[in-house]
């Protein structure tokens, strides 16, 4: 069965929660394969653990009275929704603040973990304005998902005519991949034990389906998809729930020259106008990225963002830039 893995810890920030010295907590596994991401490591099932849940709250323990809060991140923490649950629940309990990052790309499990009353905060990241999002976000703008549970896989939207699927990742961690026929055409795929490898015919033309589950244990993920689907109306969802006031929120761009422009951040004043916090952020090379190359915008380029985005998100700031 896989399990959640505790991939990093940074023991003190000053940064990561507004307003509080904090740890930060890293998950492994993502759902996204950003080309500018700088945690690159912590993507794939097949980052090492560094501690055991019982190890970090023992770090914890001894730091009460010094720390104030915890953030968890990743890696995206909403593909462990019950085993961060836990987690953050004894984080909790140990009086301790919890502050959540996610992509909002999992709205039901973000709901759910604040419902529980285990996150303080949640801060959201906003890639990109939506009409680039998916690209952003390692995913072809292709508007259905494919859709996994336990025992079967079904594709109900309509995706270009040989397009590869990237699976939603689920708890039972496997992924699959299907080479689809002509748009509207839909995928059944048994699935076998694990580690086995399936090959079914489809009706359509004929093209063959293979599906590989990893070894058990191994951690959920979605491959990095160079097409598939994404469903933005995921992270519309998160964000419009969020707006609503059910818990402190921020949201946060990091921006990275050559994939942002003053375009995203007109769209993203016209998403988000009015919502109750939101940074930019330069990029930083970390020399972890997933893709190298990229370079980041000075402050003079991220003050004229930031003065689009001030029309209708008045207190939005820029954070983390010295230069």
């Avoid at 399990?3 to 307003?19: A, F, R, S």
């Avoid at 330069?282 to 990229?294: R, T």
């Amino acid at each position: 069965m896989a399990k959640m893995k505790i991939c990093g810890l940074q023991k003190t920030t000053l940064l990561d929660y507004p307003g509080k010295v904090a740890a930060t907590v890293f998950l492994g596994g993502c759902n996204f394969r950003c080309p500018f991401c700088h945690n690159s490591d912590l993507l794939t099932g097949s980052a090492p653990e560094r501690m055991t849940p019982e190890e970090l709250l023992t770090f914890l323990k001894r730091r009460q009275g010094i720390l104030e809060g915890v953030c968890i991140t990743g890696g995206e923490p909403t593909l462990w929704p019950e085993d961060a649950a836990e987690l953050m629940r004894r984080i909790k309990e140990m009086d301790y603040q919890v502050k959540l990052d996610t992509n909002g790309y999992r709205p039901q499990v973000l709901k759910d973990l604040c419902g529980l009353g285990v996150v303080d905060y949640v801060a959201m990241d906003i890639k990109a304005g939506r009409q680039h999002y998916a690209e952003v976000c390692g995913h072809s703008p292709i508007p259905a998902p494919a859709e996994l549970t336990g025992d079967a896989v079904r594709h109900t939207g309509q995706p270009e005519e040989g397009m590869t699927e990237p699976a939603e990742p689920t708890a039972a961690g496997m992924t699959v991949h299907a080479k689809l026929p002509a748009a509207g055409a839909a995928v059944h795929v048994k699935l076998p034990a694990a580690g086995a490898e399936a090959h079914t015919e489809l009706t359509a033309n004929g093209t063959t389906v293979h599906a590989k589950l990893p070894a058990t244990g191994a951690a959920p993920h979605a491959e990095s998809p160079a097409a598939g689907t994404f469903r933005l109306a995921a992270i519309e969802e998160s964000a419009a729930w969020l707006m609503e006031g059910h818990v402190p929120y921020e949201f946060r761009t990091t921006t990275v020259k050559g994939i942002h422009t003053a375009e995203d951040f007109t769209d993203i004043a016209a998403w988000i106008g009015g919502c109750e916090r939101y940074f930019i952020q330069g990029f930083v090379d970390s020399g972890n990225v997933l893709k190298s190359g990229f370079s980041a915008y000075t402050r003079a380029e991220l003050d004229e963002f930031l003065n689009i985005v001030r029309k209708t998100i008045p207190n939005a700031e820029i954070r983390g830039v010295d230069y």
